[in-house]
Nanobody, 125 residues
Framework: QEQLVESGGGLVQPGGSLRLSCKAP?????????MHWYRQAPGKGRELVAG???????NYADSVRGRFTISRDNGENMVYLEMNSLIPEDTAVYYC??????????????????WGQGTQVIVSS
């Protein structure tokens, strides 16, 4: 089954850095529009962290602006999240997400988006 594959999570001390990576399958590459990173902290809902369009326009949650940087490599179907100056409040499961330009059909379903399985980030001393 097609899915986004994330990597790069882990345990880091406050003030440290991590880089998350996410690869989309080649089968959907030509359909990818906006790529996002979301996160979900324990006991909280999923929130948008950052997004990037195909042309490179970006947006960030206020809580991460200036500390996190989202980037993408369209040729490799990759999206990255560089996280600096990490604080304990950044602890969460981070999810990669892509919106498609147009739905793709898989069996009887029309699919507009894909999610990754999530990667855990823990910021603790």
């Amino acid at each position: 089954q097609e899915q986004l594959v994330e990597s790069g999570g882990g345990l880091v001390q406050p003030g440290g850095s991590l880089r998350l990576s996410c690869k989309a399958p080649a089968s959907i590459a030509s359909s990818i529009n906006v790529m996002h990173w979301y996160r979900q902290a324990p006991g909280k809902g999923r929130e948008l962290v950052a997004g990037i369009t195909k042309s490179g326009l970006t947006n960030y949650a206020d809580s991460v602006r200036g500390r996190f940087t989202i980037s993408r490599d369209n040729g490799e179907n990759m999206v990255y999240l560089e996280m600096n100056s990490l604080i304990p409040e950044d602890t969460a499961v981070y999810y990669c997400h892509v919106d498609l330009i147009f739905p793709i059909r898989r069996g009887s379903q029309a699919i507009n988006e894909f999610w990754g399985q999530g990667t855990q980030v823990i910021v603790s001393s």
